[in-house]
């Protein structure tokens, strides 16, 4: 179970993002996180059958900050609150469904965090360029060097999902991610939240955060193509660990206008998103849906009465 949580939390810093529209969420550890503008709520399914929910008051940073809703700024700093709400949600979800028997002291938890970074980039980084360099020339064919280590990039992000995706607790996870996507496509079409109405909604969602990731594949392409060949290795994780805001930034509004209009290339991003939520999202049971409906219902209150944002 302890290796369920730890592939869960790794799974989270690459993966889960906040959506920073009407209403955004996040699946937890038996049990959804939904994020309105003044606050964010957690509804757990505990133990003894029974739905724990709470609501804390956090106003996000695009609300709280003019600046930080400007083009190419919001995606960064949409992306910096929706960790930290996503990492306090899985922690305290965890707590809740008895998963952590112990606290974790802050000297293990960095330790943790650095570790995993360093995973990360030789997974996601090293691996996949010094693959694509064994066969493509860098200095000749930059673009087409970059793509085919974008190829192993993806290649091996899918292998991870579809490894962790076969562990019991990450197909529950995956689950209650449907069920918060169901819950916010029922909010924005102004239907009653109730499980009838979920449980007809789709299960994937065009600004869910398994998109973003694959949009950020897309477009890391184009703009680490730009750089100079490099061939040392610590000279490559540099400057792609500097370029991640821009990259982040740049998907950001990609995922914004891809889930609002209807052109060919929005097309082609929503499907390239569905894709990959095929990974990442499983159909919930009636349940977990009402777990979802209470997070929502949660998150909503005291809030302004106004009609929800219809996203395509």
Not at 109 to 120: E, K, N, P, Q, R
Not at 235 to 259: D, G, K, N, Q, T
Request: hydrophobic content about 50%.
């Amino acid at each position: 179970m302890k290796f369920g949580f730890s592939g869960i939390k790794l799974f989270r810093k690459l993966g889960f993002f906040l959506n920073q529209a009407t209403l955004g969420g996040s699946a937890a550890l038996e049990g959804v996180m939904m994020k309105a503008a003044d606050a964010w709520a957690l509804a757990v399914r505990l133990p003894n059958g029974q739905i724990h929910v709470e609501r804390h008051e956090e106003e996000a940073l695009t609300k709280k900050y003019p600046w930080a809703r400007l083009p190419l700024i919001r995606g960064v700093v949409a992306l910096w609150d929706a960790l930290s709400i996503s990492y306090k949600s899985l922690s305290r979800s965890a707590e809740l469904a008895g998963e952590e028997e112990e606290k974790v002291s802050g000297a293990a938890m960095y330790g943790t965090l650095a570790v995993s970074l360093v995973i990360g980039l030789a997974l996601f980084v090293w691996l996949p360029a010094r693959l694509a360099g064994l066969l493509v020339d860098e200095e000749r064919f930059r673009f087409l060097f970059y793509v085919v280590a974008g190829l192993f990039e993806t290649a091996i992000l899918i292998g991870y999902l579809v490894f962790i995706g076969r562990m019991k607790e990450m197909q529950r996870f995956f689950m209650y991610h449907g069920a918060e996507h169901k819950a916010i496509a029922a909010y924005e079409k102004g239907l009653e939240l109730t499980v009838e109405n979920v449980r007809a909604q789709p299960a994937y969602h065009p600004r869910c955060g398994t998109s973003f990731i694959a949009f950020t594949a897309v477009v890391g392409v184009f703009v680490y193509s730009f750089f100079p060949p490099l061939t040392v290795a610590w000279y490559w994780i540099f400057p792609r660990l500097l370029m991640i805001p821009v990259v982040a930034a740049i998907s950001f509004e990609v995922l914004r206008y891809s889930a609002a209009h209807h052109d060919p290339l929005s097309r082609f991003f929503r499907w390239l998103g569905f894709k990959f939520q095929m990974l990442t999202v499983r159909e919930p049971t009636d349940d977990m849906i009402e777990v979802a409906i209470e997070s929502t219902k949660a998150a909503l209150a005291q809030q302004p009465a106004e009609k929800p944002v219809a996203v395509a």
